[in-house]
């Protein structure tokens, strides 16, 4: 069972979905650092290692719209409240497959544990890696249940030409032959723009629960094991 959260990813990935039967399939947290929700079409995965038992009770208790109680605002308060974690935001998730050969691209790995860009996605990810491009930076790493995922970064004074895009069209270059996934704020029009640009598709909505710094359990437990991220050329 502690593969069924990458399994339902990997098949996202191929465009296998749950069926969208307005139900919720509830499975274990593949790693102490994650837990959330991810809505698809007419179906949602609660990742928890909370009772699954809590989980429907709670949603059933909701006075709103089924298909949406997962990710109504309730639902998520009482989740946090329950298993003192946090979030951001409601994110866009999207993927990509993987493209051959190096990236159209120059770039240049950041060997540099304390890069601002760094710090922050490791808060999230796990075997993080950076690349610089004039005005942009790249980031990949392992994030829920150890898939590959991207992020990218524009200098103001560069927006409006195509930077983005090439950023996150690079990551599936790098990507070790994987697909990569990418999450968008919803409200962010332009990020989201960009990644359906370089060949993302929308395959659902996430809500990451994150545990807190000081929690007890390490995110790279024993019962988590982590996934190599592949070695590439940067150039």
């Known amino acids: 069972m502690t593969d069924a959260l990458r399994d ?17 399939t509830v499975v274990p947290q593949h790693s102490h650092r994650d837990a959330g929700v991810l809505a698809f079409t007419a179906h949602s995965v609660v990742f928890t290692d909370e009772d ?26 009482a989740f946090m ?4 974690r946090t979030t951001d935001t409601i994110d866009l998730m999207t993927v990509a497959p993987p493209l051959p050969g190096g990236p159209p691209l120059a770039l240049r790995e950041i060997d540099d544990p304390g890069h601002p860009r760094a710090v922050r996605a490791r808060k999230r990810r796990d075997g993080i890696r950076v690349w610089a491009a004039d005005g942009g930076v790249l980031v990949l790493g392992r994030g829920i249940a150890g898939r590959l995922e991207a992020a990218v970064e524009v200098d103001e004074d560069v927006r409006h030409r195509g930077l983005g895009r090439a950023l996150a069209t690079a990551a599936r270059h790098l990507g070790g032959g994987e697909p990569v996934w ?3 704020a919803a409200g962010n029009a332009r990020s989201a723009r960009a990644f359906q640009a370089a060949g993302y598709r929308p395959v659902g909505a996430e809500a990451l629960l994150s545990a807190s710094p000081q ?9 988590s094991p982590q996934r190599k991220m592949p070695v590439w050329p940067s150039e």
């Not at 339902?8 to 139900?23: C, H, K, M, W, Y």
């Not at 709670?58 to 089924?66: K, P």
């Not at 409240?81 to 003192?84: C, L, N, S, V, Y």
Request: proline share 12%.
């Open 215 to 223: 929690s007890p359990q390490s995110p790279q437990s024993p019962q």
């Open 182 to 184: 990418a999450q968008v």
């Open 8 to 24: 339902i990813l990997d098949a996202a990935a191929r465009g296998v979905f749950p069926p969208a039967d307005g139900g919720t």
């Open 81 to 84: 409240e329950r298993t003192g």
């Open 52 to 77: 699954p038992a809590w989980v429907y009770d709670t949603l059933r208790s909701l006075d709103c719209d089924a298909l949406a109680a997962t990710m109504n605002p309730r639902f998520l308060a």
